[in-house]
């Protein structure tokens, strides 16, 4: 029988639990990043001048979104409209009818593919992208679209 008697110490089986779940969350955020980033690109959420691109949440911070915001031409009618077909191609619906003003369009997934939440959003040239110092161009539309899981 050896002298020494070993030891579990409970905080550093803690603190080891505690870092496996935080990897698991980033390989769940990892997998949501490829998914969101490839429905954004079935729906051509990336066509024109990119103005920002951001993964926030996920977890206690809230919905997992993918959020992107482009600078097209054309006015907003035109461009939430060339959106909303993309987004209805790939098995999105506007079955709350949000879309009739085309400044912000609420879409559910239809289809049997596991799509997340999508809501679009347009802003006018002459005005400024709300929340930034960002001049929308006067012929340019500026078109928000979130893909989210809440």
Known sequence: MSRFRRQTRPG?????VAGLSLQLAGCTNKKLQQKYSGVADRIHARDGHIVSEHFSGGGADGPFTLGI???????PNTVAAAQAQAAEAIGYSDSLGSCEQF????FDPVSSEDLPSLDI????GGTTLPGTTVLIPVGDTAL???????
């Open 121 to 124: 959003s347009t802003y006018p």
């Open 12 to 16: 550093i089986v803690l603190i080891l």
């Open 144 to 150: 928000a679209v979130d893909l989210s899981n809440g």
């Open 69 to 75: 915001v482009t600078l097209r031409p054309g006015n």
């Open 103 to 106: 400044a912000h369009c609420i």
